[in-house]
């Protein structure tokens, strides 16, 4: 199976920076699209940022210009670094993963546990 683990969270006052890390390790054959989503208190999971194999990107309309996701396709990683940080983006942030793994045929979304963004003066 694929094992995600990610870091970067905490908290910050409006206006600033956090980068999020995601990294990926197991039983991995491909890595397909890579992304981060988030979920705060009494909402549903929302698409953030993702990113394909080759690079081309999506953002939320919300983080547009704001957020920046990237990938190291050696390193089986995907960070995302936001930027001008605002108190609605508050909530737990999970990285996701469309792969295929050597011991499960098909392909899965795999999920890390998530990590906590705080956005509070």
């Known amino acids: 199976q694929v094992q995600l683990v990610e870091s970067g969270g905490g908290l910050v006052q409006p206006g600033g920076s956090l980068r999020l890390s995601c990294a990926a390790s197991g039983s991995i054959f491909r890595l397909y699209a890579m992304g981060w989503y988030r979920q705060a208190p009494g909402k549903q999971r929302e698409l953030v940022a993702a990113i394909t194999s080759g690079g081309s990107t999506n953002y939320a309309d919300s983080v547009k210009g704001r957020f920046t996701i990237s990938r190291d396709n050696a390193k089986n990683t995907v960070d995302l670094r936001m930027n001008s940080l605002k108190p609605e983006d508050t909530a737990v942030y999970y990285c996701?993963?469309?792969?295929?793994?050597?011991?499960?045929?098909?392909?899965?979304?795999?999920w890390g546990q998530g990590t906590q963004v705080t956005v509070s003066s």
């Open positions: 996701n993963v469309d792969a295929k793994s050597t011991v499960v045929s098909g392909r899965y979304d795999y």
